[in-house]
């Protein structure tokens, strides 16, 4: 491979390629417009044919721009263009006929095979699929579908071809040499990686984010990199070994790519959740797979400090000190990242699902948390699941303490119950009665999909098996079969409510049952001395067994209901303690509830106590938090803990939090990120937003700027425990 690699790395701005990744783009999003091309030069063909003739030309017409500080090719900034409002119009209408999948019917949060898809490459994949269509030669559908594929593959190649030479462009018009060499260097890469394997880390780093870009410009999100530090490894050894690059230059390289993350945001009003996962154990013996990588990518996340790269660290028993002190040195930047993960509960739940053990060592992470079998399951999805809303109508007989309407089952009259048992079976019922409910809302979307019609030929290019089984990823051709999660929320609205009856009601006999109702009902007006003896009862998150044991009965109940149900494809459904940010919008939807809480107010966050409930310390909340048996929880869990920055700053008292997370994940904890912005500083961004418009946060799975996300949510995250 002589002159195909050099040491030397050309000079760049960093802050001025950031700053106009971030900067505002002008024109429309014009991606119909070149898919209407495709499907109006190919109408009457296979419907999968036809769409990757309008993939081709989204790929090789967009416009190809490159930053003048580029180390690396892509953009989405091709998106828009400047198109009168007729071409978009007429654009919209031809791609009518061709409805696109969504969330729901696994479009994107997805984690493609890239272990697979690297060292193939273009060439690698073409041979595959020329390899397919032989074998299933006379059978129609699926010699269209491995077709559509190659369409697909070919115009992938022809795109990055396109990028080269806009790459030779900017070489042409550079007004010195280094930057002339630095644009000769991409256009020479780009053309080695449109159609070879990629031989250095280099190489390999451009074919990767060539295909987030592709992934892009198709209008996918949360497109997961999955474990980034162990498929470029092998490449990053080779070249660090022989001196061509340092770590120094790996990270500058991966900055330079992953800050481009940040034009999604810009270029269509959200942030891109694109989860990378590093650490954790190696497929085949489950022994360390951290690596100097490994601490590159934490290196390279800081140096961008976008909320974009979602990067989860998969921790365990034998994670070093080291790299649990490098993640707590950049969670302690203020960006939340890495999110914190425990192989030693995440493992066993997703073997509880059926997958073999290899690929559940190997798993990684979509979107904020969910657990995902990389390159070898469809897209995945969720939805929110209401729990305390239940919990509402158990007491009211299946009726709304907000409209009054019914909206459960009758479960007989709360004054009947005479101990907690009879509530928690009502309870019960009224949660199966919900999710028999939910699943059917759930499925009503997915039976009904045209999925013959609506193929997703080039993702399925890097997804086991779909290429030997010439059958598309939602159809058949991934080795596993769908998954879809239901995100119970309010662990500890529940909990709390349930001790809080358990001592109010059936053992200090300050109310019955049916008085608790009227007060819920009337949101505590008139019965406030009521209210503060249920905010003095026992609460999730300070080791007391009266509330913790609700946290997990809540679990277990999750998890037995929805493990009776199947996705349309025969797949599982699982369950997640997690809720984004709708613990506030979900929190709408219900009325007071018995822990104290008015109607209408955020429920608890995700799987973390309530909010300023958990009064007796970090050790004793993680004593709570890691009661209940997360191996049920195949998605995953969301725990958001605030520490004060001193706590990150002394080198002591990070190796003693280390020591807390270590423990919390020994005994079952799941799950763990941590904001560390003061509530002074938050309080500030609120009343002065122009002087914290770069101020990143920990949200819930994810992280965003402070100041843009809506006042209950920044509300939600100040009232969040300080811990010292």
């Known amino acids: ?52 003739y309008a993939i081709r ?64 490459g273009v060439e690698g994949t073409l041979a595959e699929i020329d390899a397919s269509l032989k074998n299933w030669e006379g059978d129609a559908e699926k010699t269209a579908f491995l077709r559509a594929a190659r ?10 071809l396109g990028y080269a030479e806009a790459a030779d462009a900017m070489a042409d018009a550079a007004a010195n040499e280094d930057d002339r060499a630095r644009f000769a260097d991409i256009a020479a890469r780009c053309r080695r990686i449109s159609f070879a394997a990629p031989q250095n880390f280099r190489d390999a780093l451009q074919l990767l984010w060539m295909t987030y870009v592709a992934f892009a410009y198709e209008g996918r999100f949360a497109m997961a990199f999955g474990r980034m530090d162990q498929y470029l490894y092998p490449y990053f050894a080779r070249d660090i070994e022989a001196g061509i690059l340092t770590e120094d ?25 694109c989860n990378i996962a590093i650490g954790g154990v190696k497929p085949e013996d489950g022994s360390d797979a951290t690596n100097r990588l490994s601490f590159c990518l934490i290196r390279a996340v800081r140096k961008c400090f976008i909320p974009g790269p979602n990067l989860s660290a998969r921790l365990h028993r034998n994670t070093t000190d080291e790299f649990m002190d490098a993640c707590l040195e950049s969670i302690g930047t203020g960006l ?30 979509v979107g ?49 119950f005479t101990s907690m048992d009879e509530l928690i079976a009502a309870f019960t019922a009224q949660i199966r009665y919900g999710a028999e409910n939910h699943i059917k809302a759930f499925d009503s979307y997915n039976n009904v999909a045209d999925k013959e019609n609506m193929q997703s030929p080039f993702l399925s290019c890097f997804c086991d098996d779909c290429i030997a089984r010439g059958l598309d990823i939602n159809r058949g051709g991934a080795v596993y079969k769908s998954a879809h999660a239901a995100c119970s929320v309010g662990i500890a609205s529940v909990a709390d409510s349930l001790a809080a009856i358990e001592t109010v009601v059936f053992r200090d006999h300050v109310v019955t049952l049916g008085q608790l109702r009227d007060a819920l009902a009337a949101d505590f007006v008139g019965y406030e001395e009521l209210r503060q003896k249920l905010l003095d009862a026992p609460k999730y998150g300070n080791d007391n067994d009266v509330a913790d044991k609700y946290a997990i009965w809540f679990v277990k109940i999750q998890a037995e209901i929805f493990d009776e149900y199947r996705t349309y494809d025969g797949g599982r459904f699982y369950v997640a303690i997690a809720s984004n940010v709708q613990n506030v919008s979900a929190g709408r939807e219900v009325g007071a509830t018995p822990d104290g809480r008015r109607a209408m107010h955020a429920l608890s966050d995700a799987a973390s106590p309530m909010h300023g409930m958990d009064r007796s310390g970090p ?38 939090l280390g020591a807390v997370i270590r423990s919390y994940f020994l005994m079952g904890g799941q799950e763990l990120q941590i904001n560390c912005v003061s509530k002074d500083t938050l309080r500030d961004a609120q009343m002065h937003p122009e002087n914290y418009e770069s101020l990143v946060v920990r949200v819930s799975g994810f ?20 811990h010292f």
């Open 1 to 52: 491979m002589k002159g195909l690699v050099t040491k030397m790395l050309f000079p760049y701005d960093f802050e001025d390629l950031k700053q106009q990744a971030l900067a505002p783009a002008s024109g429309e999003i014009a991606s119909n417009v070149y898919r209407a091309r495709g499907y109006a030069a190919h109408t009457g063909e296979e419907n999968v044919i036809a769409r990757a």
């Open 57 to 120: 030309e989204l790929f090789v017409s967009h416009r190809k721009h490159l930053y003048a500080n580029d180390r690396f090719a892509g953009s989405v900034r091709g998106l828009r263009d400047d198109f009168s409002k007729e071409e978009l119009a007429r654009a919209d209408k031809i791609c009518e006929a061709y409805p696109e999948r969504w969330f729901w019917l696994n479009s994107d949060h997805y984690a493609a095979n890239y272990a697979h898809f690297l060292p193939a």
């Open 151 to 160: 369409i697909t593959m070919e115009a992938f190649s022809e795109m990055i």
């Open 249 to 273: 230059d790996v990270v500058e390289d991966l900055a330079s790519v992953l800050v481009k993350i940040g034009e999604r945001c810009v270029m269509t009003g959200g942030d891109d959740v």
């Open 336 to 365: 939340g990242y890495p999110a914190l993960m425990n192989d030693e509960v995440n493992i066993p739940a997703l073997l509880r699902m059926g997958y073999a053990l290899e690929d559940c060592r190997n798993y990684c992470m």
């Open 368 to 416: 904020c948390i969910e657990n995902f079998m990389q390159g070898k399951q469809p897209p995945w999805s969720d939805s929110r699941f209401n729990t305390p809303l239940y919990l509402e109508y158990a007491l009211n007989n299946g009726r709304s303490f907000l409209d009054g309407e019914k909206h459960g089952i009758e479960t007989g009259d709360p004054d009947s």
């Open 619 to 656: 050790t004793a909340s993680a004593l709570s938090l890691c009661k209940p048996d997360y191996t049920l929880v195949a998605c995953g869990t969301v725990v958001n803990q605030k520490y004060t920055p001193e706590m990150f700053a002394n080198p002591e008292k990070r190796a003693k």
């Open 703 to 722: 992280s965003a700027y402070y100041t843009k996300l809506e006042q209950a949510v920044q509300d939600d995250i100040l009232s969040r425990t300080e």
